[in-house]
């Protein structure tokens, strides 16, 4: 009876939230059919994808969710976006009077440090963020804000960096949710999930589209965001940061694919911190600092310390901080013989005061491995020895409590609670030191002294220690995330892919925590696919092919050529590698 009062009464939610604008009807439907159970049909219905402007009629949402799945019409000659004294703030401003023209018969590029505002500019085309002033003219039609039913008649679809999908759902369902494929009642999955296979495969990827999104890596999220957006036809596609968690074979196998869609007449924003990317598909760049427009200039003219001059506002000379004659000290954290998470037969040494940068390249198991190390994963034989005792580490909280902070690839997923504040971020993994032993009361003042500490330390910038994480730039939040690391006393901190969507200048002052967190004698890990970031920062570089040790290079003779030899080892020669181990 119990049962069959919560179903229903879950239909009249969904219902109710149809009508009030939390989700559409389709996606409601899906929510019940798919939910395992009643509790988690209520949470899809409230959570899944909430993309339309507020109305209380829901006629009017379904009209024009219908509208914005249909076909666009063709668009107008006058190809450009410009936009007109545009602010929008927060807690603090972060457009700040914006006015820039694009000329769409050319692909974009938008550069700019975190947090100058780059994100919120293309939101606000998109129609998730109305300005709180100026006007945006799009085509040649002026509007003071676009919605998103809007932005999809004029063409535009956006790939955000942060990942649109839902976890519990398949590759297919994720790359057609919230679209009409089946003019009846009951959603076509068989077609959907036919018409994904042929996406993937026009996409040059191997990828089941029955998957389950949550099971996938982040290359693998990010190939099903950019299926979702080559399905709607886009004339207008804006890319924010899309190759950030992609291998170097899939980058240029998306670089493949902008070229094709340039050539059909579809036009390329691009955001990306990525130098290197600029010069293979823009032809020209802006560039924002600080919620304001710079400068534009064409691809051909523009140079390195150009851009980063205009970036920041100074030169800057290095990308990585001088290294230093770091004395390196006694051993602190030892492996023998570990298997566990798909890697086999680890042994290495880390001392106090080294950084031991880990190569290789995605799948080669790095990952895995920390996640053994710190307790995330089991251990399924072999010796963690920490100070020179052996020590089981089976879950993440006896990690911590052993000394081990891991500061993890996906920070917005895994290393942050984005509904929080920054004081309670940077504080919940050390909460145990300032609750009262009774009742656990937590001590407030005490929490915001500890985080003040931090945040001075490494200058995250944020209006107050209450601000939630969410609003941070992508720099500031890896910083929280050192935080809450650091605030637990960790010894031995491994950083996986720490610059990862982090514009240059942030990037410098990341590296300079590292060096100095070595200074102090903690012991790092760095886990990169960026081969500068390795060579610049490493006092001895250990490569990983196939979830195995492939050898050890010092960091002063490491070169790209000799890291990547020994990262693709187990393919190319795997007796050499096997003897190296």
């Known amino acids: 009876v119990l049962d069959h009062v919560l179903k229903y009464g879950t239909y009249c939610l969904i219902g109710v939230f149809v009508l009030f604008g939390k989700t559409n009807l389709e996606t409601g439907i899906q929510a019940i059919a798919l939910s395992g159970n009643i509790y988690a049909a209520v949470k899809s219905a409230f959570e899944i994808y909430p993309r339309f402007v507020e109305s209380s009629r829901a006629q009017k949402r ?30 603090k401003p972060v457009l700040k009077n914006v006015t820039a023209r694009m000329d769409l018969t050319q692909n974009h590029i938008i550069r700019g440090e975190n947090g100058a505002g780059k994100s919120t500019l293309i939101k606000a085309i998109a129609g998730y963020h109305a300005p709180t002033s100026g006007t945006i003219t799009v085509h040649g039609k002026e509007y003071s804000e676009m919605t998103v039913p809007l ?58 589209p029955d998957q389950i999104v949550g099971t996938m890596s982040p290359a693998q999220m990010q190939i099903v965001e950019i299926a979702k957006s080559v399905s709607k036809n886009a004339k207008i596609l804006i890319m924010d940061e899309p190759t ?36 293979e598909i823009g032809d020209r760049i802006s560039v924002m600092r600080d919620g304001k427009y710079v400068c534009t200039m064409d ?31 006694e051993e602190l954290l030892r492996l023998e013989h570990v298997c566990g998470n798909g890697d086999t037969d680890i042994n290495f040494t880390l001392h106090k005061g080294e950084v031991l940068g880990f190569g290789g390249l995605v799948g080669a198991g790095r990952t895995e491995l920390m996640e053994v ?18 020590v089981k580490i089976d879950s993440p909280r006896k990690g911590i409590k052993t000394g081990i902070g891991l500061v993890p690839e996906d920070r917005k997923g895994k290393g942050l609670f984005l509904d929080k504040g920054v004081a309670w971020n940077s504080t919940i993994n050390c909460l145990d030191r300032f609750a009262n032993g009774t009742f656990g009361l937590v001590r407030t003042k005490e929490v ?39 605030a637990a006393d960790a010894e031995v901190i491994i950083f996986d892919e720490p610059t990862r969507g982090i514009d240059v200048g942030a990037k410098y002052e990341i590296y300079c925590i590292i060096a100095d967190l070595a200074k102090q004698g903690k012991s790092i890990i760095m886990i990169s696919s960026e081969m500068s970031e390795i060579i610049g920062m490493s006092n001895r570089v250990m490569v990983m092919c196939d979830g195995r040790i492939t050898g050890f290079i010092d960091g002063k003779d490491a070169t ?19 003897a190296n181990q």
């Open 62 to 91: 379904l009209e024009e969710w219908e509208n914005a799945s249909a076909p666009s019409a063709a668009l107008p000659t006058r190809m450009e976006i410009e936009w007109r004294g545009v602010s929008f703030s927060y807690d």
């Open 151 to 208: 932005a999809a008649e004029c063409g535009i679809q956006v790939i955000y960096q942060e990942f649109n999908n839902v976890p519990p759902l398949t590759a297919a369902e994720n790359v057609f949710l919230g679209v009409r494929t089946n003019p009846g009642l009951f959603v076509d999955f068989e077609g959907r999930r036919k018409a994904a296979k042929e996406l993937f495969q026009r996409l040059g990827v191997e990828l089941d």
């Open 244 to 279: 950030a968690p992609l291998t170097v074979d899939e980058v240029k196998l998306l670089f493949k694919i902008i070229r094709d869609l340039k050539a059909q007449g579809v036009t390329i924003i691009y955001i990306s911190h990525r130098l290197e990317e600029l010069f």
């Open 299 to 329: 691809v051909k003219d523009a140079t390195q310390q150009k851009l980063i001059a205009a970036m920041v506002g100074r030169e800057v000379s290095q990308t990585c901080p001088a290294r230093s004659n770091v004395i390196i000290g």
């Open 373 to 390: 190390i710190y307790g995330a994963q089991p251990l399924e034989s072999g010796q963690i020895y920490y100070k020179g005792q052996p």
């Open 448 to 486: 915001e002294k500890e985080a003040e500490k931090y945040q001075k330390a490494f200058n995250i910038k944020t209006p107050s220690l209450n601000q939630l994480v969410m609003n941070l730039s992508g720099g500031n939040q890896q910083k929280v995330v050192l935080a809450k690391t650091m």
């Open 560 to 578: 790209q050529e000799n890291i990547m030899e020994l990262a693709t080892q187990f393919e190319t020669a795997p007796e050499k590698a096997a």
